[in-house]
Protein backbone atom coordinates (compact mmCIF):
# COMPACT_ATOMS: atom_id res chain seq x y z
CA UNK A 1 0.00 0.00 0.00
CA UNK A 2 1.31 3.90 -1.47
CA UNK A 3 1.85 5.71 2.26
CA UNK A 4 0.90 8.22 0.90
CA UNK A 5 -2.85 6.97 1.00
CA UNK A 6 -2.65 7.94 4.16
CA UNK A 7 0.36 10.81 4.28
CA UNK A 8 -1.63 12.61 1.60
CA UNK A 9 -4.86 12.94 3.60
CA UNK A 10 -2.84 14.18 6.68
CA UNK A 11 -0.95 16.50 4.55
CA UNK A 12 -4.20 18.19 2.83
CA UNK A 13 -5.70 18.14 6.28
CA UNK A 14 -2.85 20.06 7.89
CA UNK A 15 -2.31 22.57 4.98
CA UNK A 16 -6.12 23.06 4.54
CA UNK A 17 -6.97 23.93 8.38
CA UNK A 18 -4.14 26.43 8.41
CA UNK A 19 -5.43 28.29 5.54
CA UNK A 20 -9.43 27.94 7.25
CA UNK A 21 -7.66 29.14 10.52
CA UNK A 22 -5.93 32.27 8.19
CA UNK A 23 -9.10 32.97 6.67
CA UNK A 24 -11.41 32.94 10.00
CA UNK A 25 -8.33 35.86 11.48
CA UNK A 26 -8.59 37.64 8.11
CA UNK A 27 -12.45 37.51 8.32
CA UNK A 28 -12.46 38.95 11.92
CA UNK A 29 -10.06 41.87 10.70
CA UNK A 30 -11.78 42.87 7.54
CA UNK A 31 -15.23 43.11 9.32
CA UNK A 32 -13.36 45.63 12.02
CA UNK A 33 -12.77 47.58 9.18
CA UNK A 34 -15.83 47.44 7.53
CA UNK A 35 -17.21 48.40 10.83
CA UNK A 36 -15.15 51.14 11.18
CA UNK A 37 -16.06 52.69 7.46
CA UNK A 38 -19.70 51.98 7.89
CA UNK A 39 -19.30 54.32 11.59
CA UNK A 40 -17.32 57.08 9.59
CA UNK A 41 -19.86 57.64 6.48
CA UNK A 42 -23.20 56.56 8.34
CA UNK A 43 -25.12 59.86 6.78
CA UNK A 44 -23.38 59.16 3.24
CA UNK A 45 -26.08 58.95 0.57
CA UNK A 46 -25.99 55.78 -1.78
CA UNK A 47 -24.34 56.32 -5.74
CA UNK A 48 -25.89 55.01 -8.30
CA UNK A 49 -22.38 52.44 -7.91
CA UNK A 50 -23.62 51.34 -5.06
CA UNK A 51 -27.09 51.05 -5.68
CA UNK A 52 -25.90 49.08 -9.00
CA UNK A 53 -23.51 46.82 -6.97
CA UNK A 54 -26.26 45.75 -3.98
CA UNK A 55 -26.43 42.39 -2.79
CA UNK A 56 -29.94 40.80 -3.41
CA UNK A 57 -31.25 37.35 -3.02
CA UNK A 58 -32.66 37.08 -6.52
CA UNK A 59 -28.90 38.25 -7.46
CA UNK A 60 -27.26 35.58 -5.13
CA UNK A 61 -29.32 32.68 -6.78
CA UNK A 62 -28.32 34.15 -10.15
CA UNK A 63 -24.71 34.30 -9.44
CA UNK A 64 -24.80 30.68 -7.73
CA UNK A 65 -26.62 29.10 -11.65
CA UNK A 66 -24.26 31.05 -13.44
CA UNK A 67 -20.74 30.37 -12.01
CA UNK A 68 -22.00 26.57 -11.91
CA UNK A 69 -22.68 26.16 -15.07
CA UNK A 70 -19.89 27.98 -16.73
CA UNK A 71 -17.28 25.99 -14.20
CA UNK A 72 -19.06 22.96 -15.24
CA UNK A 73 -19.37 23.63 -19.15
CA UNK A 74 -15.70 24.65 -19.00
CA UNK A 75 -14.98 21.17 -17.09
CA UNK A 76 -16.83 19.36 -19.67
CA UNK A 77 -15.00 20.92 -22.83
CA UNK A 78 -12.06 20.47 -21.41
CA UNK A 79 -12.70 16.81 -20.85
CA UNK A 80 -12.30 15.15 -24.40
CA UNK A 81 -8.74 17.16 -25.40
CA UNK A 82 -7.40 15.87 -22.16
CA UNK A 83 -3.58 14.40 -22.28
CA UNK A 84 -3.43 11.59 -20.37
CA UNK A 85 -4.90 11.21 -16.80
CA UNK A 86 -1.51 12.31 -15.45
CA UNK A 87 0.06 14.20 -17.99
CA UNK A 88 -0.20 18.06 -17.02
CA UNK A 89 -3.53 18.37 -15.85
CA UNK A 90 -4.92 21.82 -16.30
CA UNK A 91 -8.73 22.74 -16.08
CA UNK A 92 -10.46 26.33 -18.31
CA UNK A 93 -12.59 26.54 -14.71
CA UNK A 94 -9.80 27.39 -12.63
CA UNK A 95 -10.41 30.48 -12.23
CA UNK A 96 -13.91 30.56 -12.21
CA UNK A 97 -14.50 30.01 -8.33
CA UNK A 98 -11.61 32.00 -7.05
CA UNK A 99 -12.66 35.28 -9.28
CA UNK A 100 -16.57 34.97 -8.02
CA UNK A 101 -15.48 34.51 -4.04
CA UNK A 102 -13.01 37.58 -4.08
CA UNK A 103 -15.12 39.70 -6.68
CA UNK A 104 -19.11 38.42 -5.23
CA UNK A 105 -18.69 36.50 -2.29
CA UNK A 106 -16.81 33.87 -0.69
CA UNK A 107 -20.42 31.74 0.54
CA UNK A 108 -22.05 32.66 -3.02
CA UNK A 109 -19.06 30.80 -4.94
CA UNK A 110 -18.51 27.79 -2.53
CA UNK A 111 -22.25 26.94 -3.14
CA UNK A 112 -21.43 27.40 -6.97
CA UNK A 113 -18.00 25.16 -6.52
CA UNK A 114 -20.32 22.53 -4.88
CA UNK A 115 -22.45 22.22 -7.47
CA UNK A 116 -20.63 22.22 -10.40
CA UNK A 117 -18.59 19.07 -8.54
CA UNK A 118 -21.07 17.57 -9.36
CA UNK A 119 -22.44 18.12 -12.15
CA UNK A 120 -18.85 17.84 -13.90
CA UNK A 121 -18.74 14.22 -12.45
CA UNK A 122 -21.93 13.37 -13.47
CA UNK A 123 -21.68 14.79 -16.99
CA UNK A 124 -17.99 13.17 -17.61
CA UNK A 125 -18.67 9.38 -16.10
CA UNK A 126 -16.36 10.52 -13.13
CA UNK A 127 -19.27 10.21 -10.37
CA UNK A 128 -17.77 8.30 -7.46
CA UNK A 129 -17.34 8.31 -3.76
CA UNK A 130 -14.79 10.85 -3.59
CA UNK A 131 -17.48 13.66 -5.57
CA UNK A 132 -18.67 14.35 -1.96
CA UNK A 133 -15.80 14.59 -0.62
CA UNK A 134 -14.34 16.69 -3.73
CA UNK A 135 -17.82 19.55 -3.13
CA UNK A 136 -16.67 19.27 0.36
CA UNK A 137 -13.21 20.04 -0.18
CA UNK A 138 -14.35 23.15 -3.12
CA UNK A 139 -16.48 24.42 -0.54
CA UNK A 140 -13.54 24.93 2.18
CA UNK A 141 -11.23 25.91 -0.29
CA UNK A 142 -13.17 28.35 -2.44
CA UNK A 143 -14.42 30.10 0.99
CA UNK A 144 -11.05 30.65 2.41
CA UNK A 145 -9.96 31.57 -0.99
CA UNK A 146 -12.50 34.63 -1.00
CA UNK A 147 -12.21 35.19 2.47
CA UNK A 148 -8.57 35.98 2.24
CA UNK A 149 -8.15 37.74 -0.65
CA UNK A 150 -10.29 40.99 -0.75
CA UNK A 151 -8.57 43.24 -2.88
CA UNK A 152 -7.27 41.42 -6.02
CA UNK A 153 -5.02 44.28 -6.80
CA UNK A 154 -3.11 43.50 -3.25
CA UNK A 155 -1.26 40.81 -5.58
CA UNK A 156 1.64 40.34 -2.33
CA UNK A 157 -1.67 38.21 -1.11
CA UNK A 158 -3.66 37.35 -4.07
CA UNK A 159 -0.78 35.59 -5.57
CA UNK A 160 0.08 33.29 -2.39
CA UNK A 161 -3.32 32.43 -1.30
CA UNK A 162 -4.06 30.93 -5.15
CA UNK A 163 -0.42 29.46 -5.37
CA UNK A 164 -1.01 27.66 -1.34
CA UNK A 165 -4.50 26.48 -2.37
CA UNK A 166 -3.46 25.23 -5.97
CA UNK A 167 -0.71 22.71 -4.09
CA UNK A 168 -3.43 21.75 -1.32
CA UNK A 169 -5.67 21.05 -4.19
CA UNK A 170 -3.10 19.06 -6.28
CA UNK A 171 -2.30 17.30 -2.47
CA UNK A 172 -6.07 16.21 -2.10
CA UNK A 173 -6.34 15.14 -5.98
CA UNK A 174 -3.27 12.92 -6.07
CA UNK A 175 -4.19 11.47 -2.84
CA UNK A 176 -7.95 10.32 -3.76
CA UNK A 177 -6.76 9.31 -7.19
CA UNK A 178 -3.94 7.24 -5.08
CA UNK A 179 -6.26 5.80 -2.51
CA UNK A 180 -8.70 4.55 -5.67
CA UNK A 181 -5.82 2.46 -7.36
CA UNK A 182 -6.17 5.19 -10.62
CA UNK A 183 -2.73 6.70 -10.15
CA UNK A 184 0.26 6.73 -7.65
CA UNK A 185 0.34 9.67 -5.75
CA UNK A 186 3.51 11.03 -6.93
CA UNK A 187 2.38 11.46 -10.53
CA UNK A 188 -1.08 12.77 -9.97
CA UNK A 189 0.24 15.32 -7.50
CA UNK A 190 2.89 17.04 -9.62
CA UNK A 191 1.14 17.20 -12.87
CA UNK A 192 -2.32 18.96 -11.35
CA UNK A 193 0.03 21.32 -9.70
CA UNK A 194 1.62 21.81 -12.51
CA UNK A 195 -1.33 22.52 -14.35
CA UNK A 196 -2.49 24.95 -11.63
CA UNK A 197 0.08 27.31 -11.59
CA UNK A 198 0.33 29.44 -14.59
CA UNK A 199 -3.58 30.15 -13.52
CA UNK A 200 -2.81 30.78 -9.98
CA UNK A 201 0.69 33.48 -11.24
CA UNK A 202 -0.84 34.57 -14.13
CA UNK A 203 -4.48 33.78 -15.56
CA UNK A 204 -6.52 34.09 -12.38
CA UNK A 205 -4.93 37.12 -10.97
CA UNK A 206 -5.45 38.69 -14.15
CA UNK A 207 -8.95 37.84 -15.08
CA UNK A 208 -9.85 39.26 -11.32
CA UNK A 209 -8.21 42.34 -11.96
CA UNK A 210 -9.40 43.18 -15.21
CA UNK A 211 -13.06 42.36 -13.96
CA UNK A 212 -12.42 44.67 -11.16
CA UNK A 213 -11.32 47.74 -12.46
CA UNK A 214 -14.47 47.63 -14.98
CA UNK A 215 -16.52 47.55 -11.79
CA UNK A 216 -17.36 43.98 -11.51
CA UNK A 217 -16.86 44.34 -7.42
CA UNK A 218 -19.95 43.41 -4.93
CA UNK A 219 -18.50 43.54 -1.47
CA UNK A 220 -17.85 46.95 0.45
CA UNK A 221 -14.80 48.64 -0.33
CA UNK A 222 -12.06 48.99 2.15
CA UNK A 223 -9.68 51.90 2.67
CA UNK A 224 -6.06 50.88 1.17
Excluded: C
Excluded at 55 to 84: C, K, Y
Excluded at 86 to 97: D, Q
Excluded at 199 to 206: E, H, R
Amino acid sequence: MSVWRVWGLVVYLVLQAIMFVVALYARQYYKKQEQAQQAGAASKKAGAFEVRTTRTMARDVAVVGIAAALATALTVALGPISIGIAGINTRLSYPVMPTVAVLYDPVVAAISSTISAVLGDALLGWLAPWTLSTMVTGFIATWVTGTIIRDPRKLLITIPVLLIQSLISAVYVGWVLDLSGVVPFAAMMPSVLLGHIPWSLVGTPLIMNLLYARGFYYRPKLAA
